[in-house]
């Protein structure tokens, strides 16, 4: 089983930056997707971006330029890197490791974006 923590959130201005981290336990060898989600409130959960074991990447197009996701092998974490945020990109972000061989998804617990104008 596989267990996820975030952290990184905040409140932050319009034009300024956040990293989020997202720090996988238990039964990591078998995930081979790793991924961010963020839901605003009254809308439904969407893909910001993923990062796959032969680190291809993908991304929203509204994230495009701004954000980046990495990781860290060795730490088991990846990274949302988010630059030149805008108040539209307000919401709570869940990191998310897929198990495609089991077909399973974990959540992270979410951590809070606030971007003010």
């Known amino acids: 089983q596989v267990q996820l923590a975030e952290s990184g959130g905040g409140l932050v201005q319009a034009g300024g930056s956040l990293r989020l981290s997202c720090a996988a336990s238990?039964?990591?060898?078998?995930?081979?997707?790793m991924g961010w989600y963020r839901q605003a409130p009254g809308k439904q959960r969407e893909l910001v971006a993923r990062?796959?074991?032969?680190?291809?990447?993908n991304y929203a197009d509204s994230v495009k330029g701004r954000f980046t996701i990495s990781k860290d092998n060795a730490k088991n974490t990846w990274y949302l890197q988010m630059n030149s945020l805008k108040p539209e990109d307000t919401a709570v972000y869940y990191c998310?490791?897929?198990?495609?061989?089991?077909?399973?998804?974990?959540w992270g617990q979410g951590t809070q974006v606030t971007v003010s104008s």
């Open positions: 998310a490791a897929r198990e495609s061989l089991i077909a399973t998804t974990t």
């Open positions: 990062i796959f074991n032969a680190d291809s990447t």
């Open positions: 238990g039964s990591i060898s078998s995930i081979n997707v």
